[in-house]
């Protein structure tokens, strides 16, 4: 599944960070995410074992969520990472050829930047979407203020620090989506916790949908 198909049939615009999960929390977690409507899940790199979390993510839910890595830091993660069947490569950072490499084997990249010319790169490399990160570092207006001079077909997500107390002020500001790490799941947490997490962020996401 990918985010467009994703988002075009109305899934919210949340990517979950699942940073430190087990393989074996991994299935009832995401199984949580997806009963809530959290549809986009992220199994970042520095997590134990991440890619059996992913491949066993993918196989229980790829067909109706879109499922990726974050942390990606190298040409080997992105290789591991596709041939898990994943369609999601979160990146920190703006690396040029590991947005190209994702692109070349059909993953949706979604790198990270702050400045002008990191954003750039990553396009010019074949990103898409791509991700304010540390968000809550820079702020809305921040991304108000960059937003004017990105192109229009240019997604950004608003990464770090972003949750439901603030979900409207991304979206209003000119956010495709926000990338939902601790404020959703921390390493222990169980489903059922997780599960509650993301039905309160999905009511924020709608009360601001309703109010832009």
């Given at each position: 599944?990918?985010?467009?198909?994703?988002?075009?049939?109305?899934?919210?615009?949340?990517?979950?960070?699942?940073?430190?999960i087990?393989p074996?929390?991994?299935?009832?977690?995401a199984?949580?995410?997806?009963k809530?409507?959290?549809?986009i899940?992220?199994?970042?790199?520095?997590?134990?074992?991440?890619?059996?979390s992913?491949a066993?993510?993918?196989?229980?839910f790829?067909?109706?969520?879109?499922i990726?890595?974050?942390?990606?830091?190298?040409?080997?993660?992105v290789?591991?990472?596709?041939?898990?069947?994943?369609?999601?490569?979160v990146?920190?950072n703006?690396?040029?050829?590991?947005?190209?490499?994702?692109?070349?084997?059909?993953?949706?990249?979604m790198?990270?930047?702050v400045?002008?010319?990191?954003?750039?790169?990553?396009?010019?490399?074949?990103?898409?979407r791509?991700?304010?990160?540390?968000?809550?570092?820079?702020g809305?207006?921040?991304?108000?203020?960059?937003r004017?001079?990105?192109?229009?077909?240019?997604?950004?997500?608003?990464?770090?620090?972003?949750?439901?107390?603030?979900?409207?002020?991304?979206?209003?500001?000119g956010?495709?989506?926000?990338?939902?790490g601790?404020?959703?799941?921390?390493?222990?947490?169980?489903?059922?916790?997780?599960?509650?997490?993301?039905?309160?962020?999905?009511?924020?996401?709608?009360?601001?949908?309703?109010?832009l």
């Open positions: 599944m990918t985010i467009d198909d994703l988002l075009a049939a109305g899934a919210p615009p949340v990517v979950a960070i699942l940073r430190g087990r074996d929390e991994a299935l009832p977690v199984e949580a995410l997806v809530a409507g959290v549809r899940i992220e199994v970042p790199l520095n997590s134990p074992d991440p890619f059996t992913i066993a993510i993918q196989q229980a790829g067909d109706t969520a879109a990726g890595a974050g942390t990606v830091l190298d040409l080997a993660g290789e591991a990472l596709a041939a898990t069947g994943a369609t999601v490569m990146t920190p703006t690396a040029p050829a590991l947005i190209a490499r994702a692109v070349e084997l059909g993953l949706e990249p790198p990270g930047f400045t002008p010319s990191e954003a750039f790169r990553a396009i010019d490399a074949g990103a898409r791509i991700k304010l990160f540390p968000a809550v570092a820079l809305p207006n921040y991304l108000k203020a960059i004017e001079v990105l192109p229009r077909h240019v997604a950004v997500w608003g990464v770090g620090g972003t949750g439901a107390d603030n979900f409207g002020e991304w979206l209003a500001a956010a495709e989506g926000i990338g939902v601790g404020a959703l799941y921390r390493p222990g947490d169980d489903a059922a916790r997780v599960g509650a997490k993301a039905d309160g962020l999905i009511a924020a996401w709608r009360a601001a949908r309703a109010s």
